[in-house]
């Protein structure tokens, strides 16, 4: 199968307009939700340097937060999978087969 039938066969060419209305919904929301956050982090590096916490401290305690939300965000798509393969077949959901699957060369 050449790639512009894998891209045809998959889920996101089949997908219903109501499911690509939700996709943008929620991209759009991930995205001002990361424009909140990067904005922020000025205003609490300057309190934070102010009360003492020095830059690695708080590099250490920045990474230490996005691993939890990481494998929180991963337990959570896990269990949906689990779910989904429990209630029948279904297209794997692409955003969580795309972050979180082991990376390949782009073709």
Same mark, same amino acid.
């Given at each position: 199968?050449?790639?512009?039938?894998?891209?045809?066969?998959? !889920?996101?060419?089949?997908?219903?307009?109501?499911?690509?209305?939700?996709?943008?919904?929620?991209?759009?929301?991930?995205?001002?939700?990361?424009?909140?956050?990067?904005?922020?982090?000025?205003?609490?590096?300057?309190?934070?340097?102010?009360?003492?916490?020095?830059?690695?401290?708080?590099?250490?305690?920045?990474?230490?937060?996005?691993?939890?939300?990481?494998?929180?965000?991963?337990?959570?798509? !896990? @269990?949906? @999978?689990?779910?989904?393969?429990? !209630?029948?077949?279904?297209?794997?959901?692409?955003?969580? @087969?795309?972050?979180?699957?082991?990376?390949?060369?782009?073709?």
């Amino acid at each position: 199968m050449s790639t512009p039938d894998r891209v045809r066969a998959g !889920s996101l060419a089949n997908a219903s307009p109501e499911g690509h209305r939700d996709r943008y919904v929620i991209a759009v929301g991930a995205a001002v939700l990361v424009t909140l956050l990067w904005s922020t982090s000025y205003i609490l590096n300057k309190f934070a340097f102010e009360h003492g916490v020095g830059p690695f401290t708080l590099a250490g305690l920045r990474y230490a937060v996005s691993a939890g939300a990481l494998l929180l965000a991963r337990a959570i798509a !896990s @269990r949906r @999978r689990t779910a989904r393969q429990a !209630s029948g077949p279904a297209a794997p959901a692409e955003g969580a @087969r795309i972050i979180f699957c082991s990376a390949r060369p782009a073709i």
